[in-house]
């Protein structure tokens, strides 16, 4: 057993310094299984120790001052970062003493009062309470909200946010996570969830990407397709297929300058109609948000430079949407040479 991963009786609380079975006072504890034993009798007094050890190795004392640190450990989705250890319902004092119920109320009370006289704190807590609304609403991930809150910390830091909205700079920091890690998130999306205008939004995503020198990801068609195909419940047959045509277009350099979302849906119309799992373009208009008459614009494009051959758009009763009920049989029934 390595030094330091056995402790006697004397590091053990009252409660389970002694042997419930034959009463001894010689405990063991092993921190690397998370058991306290008695020596005498074997018996095992506690199987859910938690370990107060380092889960970090140091190789120099450089390192061991870098890594060293006490408490919580740091989110930036908290206002101070979780550094603040005073009224985290600790009981004891640095000396092992017991705290009175009265004393940690007063450092309750101290701690709150400290935290409204500093702006940052009070700014970042009414920040993230809206970057924990708006992502609860449109299902986004934690590690996108760390990201927006850097992006907004960053904002805070040189003097951004002042004569700006706190909710439109938060929705502008989320919208730029957004498009760096990838998610099919638009700026319609975020600004449906905003208490922003599309013009304040819109000039808030300039100033933090020109001042903070930030180059995000161009967002990319095919997770739109994706998405889109999710939201008119169509298979993944067809959703790859729209795909594919997403790649073509892309190689053939139409997509530059263009909305991803409507060259996205546009793509699966086409992929839709192509495999027989028709939707109208109002309903792809009104799922990517955009008009009727922009998905035929960028259909025609698509048809006319990819060279994709005829396919018929019915109108009336046969454009009449198509629901795939077994999508296995779906796919081998428009792909028959896969069968």
Same mark, same amino acid.
């Given at each position: ?19 419930? $079975? ?79 119920? #009265?004393?940690?109320? #007063? ?11 500093? !702006? ?18 449109? !299902? ?59 013009? $304040? ?55 530059? !300058? ?17 495999? !027989? #799992? ?25 048809? $006319? ?6 396919? $018929? ?27």
């Amino acid at each position: 057993m390595e030094k330091g991963l056995i402790m006697t009786s004397q590091d053990l609380d009252d409660e389970i310094a002694k042997c419930t $079975e034959c009463k001894s006072n010689d405990i063991i504890t092993d921190i690397t299984r998370g058991e306290s034993t008695c020596h005498n009798c074997g018996l095992v007094l506690n199987t859910s120790i938690i370990s107060s050890a380092k889960e970090w190795r140091s190789y120099n004392s450089l390192e061991e001052k870098q890594r060293s640190r006490v408490g919580y450990p740091t989110s930036p989705l908290m206002p101070d970062n979780f550094s603040s250890s005073v009224g985290l319902g600790f009981s004891r004092d640095a000396k092992g003493n017991m705290i009175s119920a #009265e004393r940690r109320w #007063e450092f309750s009370r101290l701690a709150n009062i400290d935290s409204r006289r500093n !702006g940052e704190i009070r700014n970042l807590r009414v920040a993230l309470r809206e970057l924990q609304r708006i992502t609860s609403h449109l !299902g986004i991930g934690e590690s996108v909200a760390r990201t927006a809150s850097v992006i907004y910390r960053k904002s805070l830091k040189v003097n951004l946010i002042r004569g700006r909205s706190i909710d439109c700079v938060m929705a502008a920091s989320l919208y730029i996570a957004c498009r760096k890690e990838g998610v099919p998130i638009t700026l319609k999306d975020i600004q449906s969830r905003a208490n922003a205008t599309p013009k $304040e939004l819109s000039r808030c995503v300039r100033v933090l990407i020109t001042n903070l020198k930030i180059r995000p990801k161009n967002s990319s068609p095919e997770a739109f397709v994706r998405r889109l195909a999710d939201m008119l419940t169509m298979t993944m047959h067809t959703s790859q297929i729209g795909v594919s045509i997403v790649e073509r277009a892309k190689k053939a350099g139409i997509t530059v !300058g263009k909305n991803p979302m409507s060259v996205a849906a546009a793509a699966l119309y086409i992929a839709g109609v192509k495999t !027989g #799992e028709r939707r109208t373009q109002q309903q792809l208009a009104n799922a990517a948000r955009t008009t009727p008459v922009t998905i035929r614009n960028r259909f025609k494009e698509l048809m $006319e430079v990819l060279g994709i051959e005829e396919i $018929e758009i019915k109108r009336g009763a046969a454009a009449i949407p198509h629901y795939v009920s077994d999508p296995l049989f779906f796919m081998h029934k428009s792909n028959p040479e896969k069968t």
